[in-house]
């Protein structure tokens, strides 16, 4: 447990975690504890949602990619971080910066309801 915290001490962000917390946490992830530390050293994944109703597929330059977020539609991931803010068409709504996990959402949807609902994001 300490090589694994020595070896992962040039992260920053791992050194300002507790190492109380690193002793709760390895006790509820067990051995996946290393694989949960490093990934606070890896880049996050950039992920953005298309707006079915204002989005032609042309409209966004930067969607150049096959990498579709398997679960999700209209749903990709980005190779790279453009600058949002400066995009008119995020302003306009015409995609959404949403992280991959929190589309999980839509599969649960489609499965467990059938009955139209309203139902509050």
Avoid at 51 to 72: E, G, H, M, R
Wanted: with cysteine; glycine share 2%.
């Amino acid at each position: 447990m300490l090589n694994l915290i020595n070896e992962l001490n040039n992260n920053l962000i791992v050194n300002k975690l507790n190492f109380e917390f690193i002793e709760q946490t390895r006790q509820i992830i067990g051995e996946d504890l290393e694989l949960f530390l490093k990934s606070f050293s890896e880049k996050s994944p950039i992920s953005i949602r298309l707006n079915p109703y204002k989005n032609k597929n042309s409209d966004c330059p930067f969607l150049q990619t096959d990498d579709k977020v398997p679960w999700a539609s209209h749903a990709y991931y980005l190779s790279e971080r453009p600058v949002f803010t400066l995009d008119p068409l995020f302003h306009a709504g015409v995609y959404y910066v949403q992280d991959a996990s929190s589309m999980y959402l839509e599969p649960l949807i489609k499965k467990y309801v059938s009955s139209p609902s309203i139902v509050l994001d």
